[in-house]
C-alpha cells in the first residue's frame, strides 16, 4: 500500500489543521491506520491509530481530547483533526498503515511522506 500525507501547515497556538492520508490498493479497507510525529531533534513518536473498521482508536496522552482520528474506507483515506494545537505539537506527521504494537513499542509496516506541522506560539 502507498500512503500520501497531506494538510500540514503553519498555525497559530490554539488553531486547527485537518491532516488526510489517501491510500493506494484495495486492501486499505483492511489495514489498521496511524499517524505518528517527528519533532526537530527527536525520535519519531506515535501519536494515534484506528481500526480497520474505524471502530478502534488509541491515542497517545499527549494528544488525547485534542485530536480525533477517522477513516473512510470508501475513499480510501484516514483523517486527523488535530484541534488547540501547541507550540509541542510541531513536527512532521507520518501517516502509517498497518500497525503494530510489541509491548510498549509501536511501530508499522507501511509508511507514507511526511507532511509537516508548524505552530507558532
Known amino acids: 500500500v502507498q500512503l500520501q500525507a497531506s494538510g500540514g501547515g503553519l498555525v497559530q497556538a490554539g488553531g486547527s489543521l485537518r491532516l488526510s492520508c489517501e491510500a493506494s490498493?484495495?486492501?486499505?479497507?483492511?489495514?489498521?491506520m496511524g499517524w505518528f510525529r517527528q519533532a526537530p531533534g527527536k525520535e519519531r513518536e506515535f501519536v494515534v491509530s484506528?481500526?480497520?473498521?474505524?471502530?478502534?482508536?488509541t491515542y497517545a496522552d499527549s494528544v488525547k481530547g485534542r485530536f480525533t482520528i477517522s477513516r473512510d474506507n470508501a475513499k480510501n483515506t484516514v483523517y486527523l483533526q488535530a484541534d488547540s494545537l501547541k507550540p509541542e505539537d510541531t513536527g512532521v506527521y507520518y501517516c502509517?498503515?498497518?500497525?503494530?504494537?510489541?509491548?510498549?513499542?509501536?511501530?508499522?509496516?507501511?509508511w507514507g511522506q511526511g507532511t509537516l506541522v508548524t505552530v507558532s506560539s
Open positions: 502509517a498503515a498497518d500497525i503494530r504494537r510489541s509491548g510498549s513499542i509501536v511501530s508499522a509496516n507501511y
Open positions: 490498493g484495495r486492501t486499505f479497507s483492511t489495514y489498521s
Open positions: 484506528i481500526g480497520w473498521s474505524g471502530g478502534r482508536t
